[in-house]
């Protein structure tokens, strides 16, 4: 069975700072692929960055950079130089080939960027 | 415009009314999912569509809930005999392959009174 863990529920930093969300999963699927998505108050979730099982080399996106570490199971998200429009929740998702590449979300950690 | 669109965005119902929403996919993309969001939690996932095929149900999607997909393209959710519980807010998803992640739409948010 699939499974995420975002341990930190809320997380403020001041404007200008990095902010790192730490992600954890469970799967027994050799094939999965692993997603951030924001939520900001609007409600819709957006799609960030993807990756698969497969490719653990680690990139910068603008100011969003992630760490795949498959030895240890995680999925870490950095936004750099953090701006009061990433106020929003972040979530962590898995997906398995086998399982019709449903999502599996954690609960989330809401950012907060104090300006 | 090009994304998921779902209606209504809000609705409101009593106690044991019906209530039926709407998901208007990306045009290409014949992979369609349904999740529920409640406060504080992350999107569960309800269903699957696979063109007009329903391939996949969730425990969570209980004998008054029932979906379609008709012609592969638009889906609806229904659930009858509304209760409490089923207060949320209710996303859909569209991919074409997926493994290139999902796209939602703004989700209709429910309210049972």
């Known amino acids: 069975a699939q499974k995420v863990t975002q341990a930190q529920t809320e997380i403020s930093v001041v404007e200008k700072e990095d902010v790192t969300l730490d992600c954890v999963y469970e799967?027994?699927?050799?094939?999965?692929?692993l997603f951030w998505y924001k939520q900001p108050p609007s409600g819709e979730l957006v799609f960030l960055i993807r990756?698969?099982?497969?490719?653990?080399q680690n990139e910068i996106s603008g100011r969003y950079s992630w760490n795949f570490q498959k030895s240890t199971s995680s999925f870490n998200f950095t936004i750099t130089a953090s701006q009061v429009v990433d106020s929003a929740v972040y979530f962590c998702?898995?997906?398995?080939?086998?399982?019709?590449?449903?999502?599996?979300f954690g609960k989330g950690n809401q950012v907060v960027v104090i300006p | 415009d090009t994304g998921v669109s779902q209606n209504p965005r809000h609705k409101i119902t009593k106690r044991g009314q019906n209530v039926t929403f709407r998901c208007d996919p990306i045009?290409?993309?014949?992979?369609l999912y349904w999740y529920r969001q409640t406060l504080g939690q992350g999107p569960e996932f309800l269903t699957y569509?696979?063109?007009?095929?329903?391939?996949?149900k969730s425990r969570l999607l209980s004998d008054r809930f029932s979906a379609e997909r008709p012609k592969g393209s638009f889906s609806t959710l229904e659930i009858q005999r509304t209760e409490q519980g089923d207060s949320a807010m209710y996303l859909c998803?569209?991919?074409?392959?997926?493994?290139?992640?999902?796209?939602f739409g703004p989700g209709t948010r429910l309210t049972v009174l």
């Open positions: 990756r698969n099982s497969f490719d653990e």
């Open positions: 998702a898995l997906s398995e080939a086998q399982g019709n590449n449903r999502l599996a």
């Open positions: 045009s290409e993309h014949n992979r």
């Open positions: 998803a569209s991919s074409l392959d997926g493994r290139d992640g999902q796209f």
């Open positions: 799967t027994r699927d050799t094939t999965y692929y």
């Open positions: 569509f696979q063109n007009e095929a329903q391939l996949e």
